[in-house]
Nanobody, 126 residues
Framework: QLQLVESGGGLVQPGGSLRLSCAAS????????IGWFGQAPGKEREGVSC??????????IFVDSVKGRFTISRDNAKNTVYLQMNSLKPEDTAVYYC?????????????????WGQGTQVTVSS
């Protein structure tokens, strides 16, 4: 059974960088589309970025404010998906979750993902 564990969050100053990791165990991630979601305090969880199954290979950014700053990638050898976050802003503060779905295509819809990690806190503050 697939399990996901996020790591890499923390407190960072504005303009700083973090790399979030979503490590999988139990099943190879090659066959899953993986999404990163953010949930800011008092707000609903929303899709940030997604990378398709390895047989598709596409990726998407769903939030305009992070385009050019966030990059999603996967390392199949390490069974891990990453979210590189650069030029961080206070409004990026949220709990970030990774999630998996078997479907071929990316989606930013929370309800279309079957398996979730526990989340990692990202706080951007001076």
């Amino acid at each position: 059974q697939l399990q996901l564990v996020e790591s890499g969050g923390g407190l960072v100053q504005p303009g700083g960088s973090l790399r979030l990791s979503c490590a999988a165990s139990g099943v190879t991630l090659n066959y899953y589309t993986i999404g990163w979601f953010g949930q800011a305090p008092g707000k609903e969880r929303e899709g940030v970025s997604c990378i398709s199954r390895s047989d598709n290979g596409g990726s998407l950014i769903f939030v305009d404010s992070v385009k050019g700053r966030f990059t999603i990638s996967r390392d199949n050898a390490k069974n891990t998906v990453y979210l590189q976050m650069n030029s961080l802003k206070p409004e990026d503060t949220a709990v970030y979750y990774c999630a998996a779905r078997r479907n071929f295509y990316c989606s930013g819809a929370v309800g279309l993902y079957d398996i979730w990690g526990q989340g990692t806190q990202v706080t951007v503050s001076s």
